[in-house]
């Protein structure tokens, strides 16, 4: 069922790829359920993609009502192997600024509602995941940045995305301990998509969209809804040319990465001793392995 080696997640305010050609949509069941939206099959830059809006296209999903596993598998089902996540972020630093972009390559783990694995029901893997983000997809993304040079982005290599279950923004304690804790970002949404991503054995990396400064800012200590609007709709134009100038790169040069082979020595379950309906759930992940 391969369509496209290259996936594109849109998170709030980025529902659809303006410049995407030959557009078809389909929807993709999966073992864990279904995914967010129908996935958007098409081309960018003369290379096929499928996109989907992470919330659905009329953002009916909170951050903790997510199918990620859904979402993941659908991807993987499609033939993704590079995933780019668009994400919309407070600021934890004085330096990373509203309309600004952020590459993190760090997660905090700060969800507590959420199944966070493909796996159980009788098969035990544990990924490595001390480097959460493919280091080599997260440099096509920075080079893309840079060399579109546009007027109103400033962007940041590296830093540390806070995953916070939500759906209620941080209190200024929260948004303290964070900045002790030396993050630069804080979101809602990656995790567990990274996660999985990662047992998928796809390359991840996050595009961090700025909205505006956490709580802990003095002059922006209350976050409205309006406001984070309008810095979505600001940064999604600016996002699109990103993620198609990343696509070109992507295309023309796709880099290798560790998480193409994740599951390599994480399963520690006899594939043999695995219940048959647990197999036949896994399908797609474990081929490679049977």
Known sequence: ???????????????????LQNVREVEIPTPFGSPSDALILGTLENTPVVFLARHGRNHTFLPSELPFRANIY???????????????????KAEAKPL?????????DRTKNRISTFFGDGIAAHITFGDPICHNLAGVLADAIAALNLPDVTYHRGGTYVCMEGPAF???AESNMYRSLDATVIGMTNVPEA?????????????ALVTDYDCWHPEHDNVTVDMVVANLQRNAVNAQKVIQETVKRLSNNPPYSDAHSALKYAILTPLDKVPAATKEKMG???????
């Open 1 to 19: 069922m391969a369509e496209a080696r290259i996936g594109i997640i849109g998170g709030s305010g980025l529902y659809k790829m303006d410049a």
């Open 74 to 92: 659908a991807m993987k089902q499609l033939g993704v192997e590079y995933l780019i996540s668009a994400s919309a972020v407070g600021s934890l």
């Open 100 to 108: 600004d972009m952020v590459i993190p390559d760090q997660f905090i």
């Open 170 to 172: 941080s209190t200024k």
């Open 195 to 207: 996660k999985l991503a990662r047992e998928a054995e796809i390359a991840y990396a996050t595009l």
């Open 284 to 290: 797609i992940l474990l081929q490679k392995y049977l």
